[in-house]
């Protein structure tokens, strides 16, 4: 199975600051890495597909990258809304893996 | 417009079980492939398994052998998640998410309490 390791688990940060998010594949996947967020109570919503692509609907503040086993999410000017946790996924193979989580809370 | 509605909320006693059910409208159902996905209470995301809604072949991820069982009616284009002989630790968010390039349709989640 794929191992797909988030870092941070956690981060604070202040409206208006850039973020980013890191998702490591334990062997290559290609571009095969989504990026979903999710609001407490709620299911999770996709943001970037194919490691790059901005879901119709996501603001353009969203950002993906990378290809292989190394990949990026960014959070260019962080809005009180993006206050949630975000996960990445494996969609190259079965099973379907996902990162641990990373949380970003309001500092 | 595509859209996956799940069952309600479900409390159970151990040992029983449960049925969850996601039922499809705004495309043709047989097309795409529906996964299944867990989220105990303060957790991350768990990919159970899923089914081929042309087949009714399903799936399961390690650890979702046994007492899950993914299930179709494809005349009501209704997928179904049965869990038997529930414990303690089965208590958690079920997701439908419908399998495609593009990963975007996920059902609004049942949540599986298992209580005495």
């Known amino acids: 199975d794929i191992q797909m390791t988030q870092s941070p688990s956690s981060l604070s940060a202040s409206v208006g600051d850039r973020v980013t998010i890191t998702c490591r594949a334990s062997?290559?996947?290609?571009?095969?890495l989504n990026w979903y967020q999710q609001q407490p109570g709620k299911a999770p919503k996709l943001l970037i597909y194919?490691?790059?692509g901005l879901q119709s609907g996501v603001p353009s503040r969203f950002s993906g990258s990378g290809s292989g086993t190394d990949f990026t999410l960014t959070i260019n000017s962080l809005q009180p809304e993006d206050f949630a946790t975000y996960y990445c996924?494996?969609?190259?193979?079965?099973?379907?893996?996902f990162g641990g989580g990373t949380k970003v809370e309001i500092k | 417009q595509v859209q996956l509605v799940q069952s309600g909320s479900e409390l159970k006693k151990p040992g029983a079980s449960v049925k969850v059910s996601c039922k499809t409208s705004?495309?043709?159902?047989?097309?795409?492939?529906m996964n299944w996905m867990r989220q105990a209470p303060g957790q991350g995301l768990e990919w159970m398994g899923w089914?081929?809604?042309?087949?009714?072949?399903?799936t399961y991820a390690q650890g979702f052998t046994g007492r899950f069982v993914f299930s179709l009616d494809t005349s009501v284009s209704t997928a179904y998640l049965q869990i038997s002989s529930l414990k303690a630790e089965d208590t958690a968010v079920y997701y439908c998410?419908?399998?495609?390039?593009?990963?975007?349709?996920w059902g609004q989640g049942t949540l599986v309490t298992v209580s005495s």
């Open positions: 998410t419908r399998e495609d390039m593009v990963p975007s349709y």
């Open positions: 705004g495309y043709t159902f047989t097309n795409y492939a």
């Open positions: 089914i081929n809604t042309n087949n009714g072949n399903p």
């Open positions: 062997q290559t996947i290609s571009r095969y």
């Open positions: 194919a490691a790059s």
């Open positions: 996924q494996q969609s190259h193979s079965y099973p379907r893996t």
